[in-house]
């Protein structure tokens, strides 16, 4: 019983990920607002009717396909600290990667690109999770640079917080445009390093910002 279990479960995965991946497909080429569920049920070779024994919703669909395409983001930004290196390498490591990835989307995938920044700025649950997993992450790195002596004290979650707000232009789907006027990636997180570094000065404004909501300092797309 224990097997027969199993085997349903593991085709349930499977019918689940071949419906993503048919609904991907019509988001990429047509994009997610002119595709219907009859379409996808089409693409994933079966009738709509079981395809809503799946997915009860159009709504629960796209956020299907937002998990995935969010999920691969976290996957690589995860993996970006493991090279080691200092704390500011690791932070770096881990941002660049995750604005690359969103600005690979926006080039080549634009229909996806759009799904995701709507995700966002809806608030969808999937959107807003993925925001809390990267400021984990941050937090996490700066926790370690921390103890390591390199970054200056002070809360990992207020510091993880400021970064992010200050780098939200290169993080957050909405905002990154393919021909924005700004710093470079790389002036941006020199300037923020600053800003960590355990050698820093830390004036009566900086004083003021720990007394803020840690809610309020980071806004990740569409949060308001």
Not at 1 to 14: D, F, I, K, P, Y
Not at 34 to 59: C, E, H, I, W
Request: aromatic fraction near 4%; proline fraction near 4%; charged fraction near 20%.
């Amino acid at each position: 019983m224990l097997q027969a279990q199993t085997t349903r479960q593991v085709g349930s995965s499977c019918t689940h990920e071949r419906i993503v991946q048919a609904a991907i497909r019509l988001y990429r080429a047509i994009g997610y607002r002119k595709t219907t569920v009859a379409d996808v049920a089409r693409g994933a070779s079966m009738s709509p009717a079981n395809l809503y024994r799946f997915y009860p919703s159009r709504q629960a669909l796209e956020e299907a396909v937002v998990a995935e395409l969010l999920d691969e983001v976290s996957a690589a930004a995860a993996s970006a600290p493991r090279r080691g290196g200092s704390g500011l390498d690791r932070l770096s490591a881990t941002l660049i990667t995750i604005s690359q990835r969103h600005e690979h989307r926006l080039t080549h995938d634009l229909r996806l690109h759009e799904l995701v920044v709507a995700a966002g700025q809806a608030n969808w649950p999937i959107a807003l999770s993925h925001a809390d997993g990267v400021r984990g992450l941050v937090q996490s790195i700066i926790a370690a640079g921390q103890a390591s002596g390199e970054f200056r004290a002070g809360s990992p979650m207020v510091l993880a917080c400021c970064l992010l707000d200050a780098m939200d232009a290169y993080l957050n789907p909405s905002r990154i445009k393919a021909h924005a006027l700004r710093p470079a990636f790389g002036e941006m997180m020199s300037f923020c390093a600053e800003a960590l570094s355990n050698a820093a000065s830390v004036n009566a404004a900086s004083s003021q910002v720990t007394g803020i909501r840690v809610d309020l300092l980071y806004k990740p797309a569409g949060r308001t």
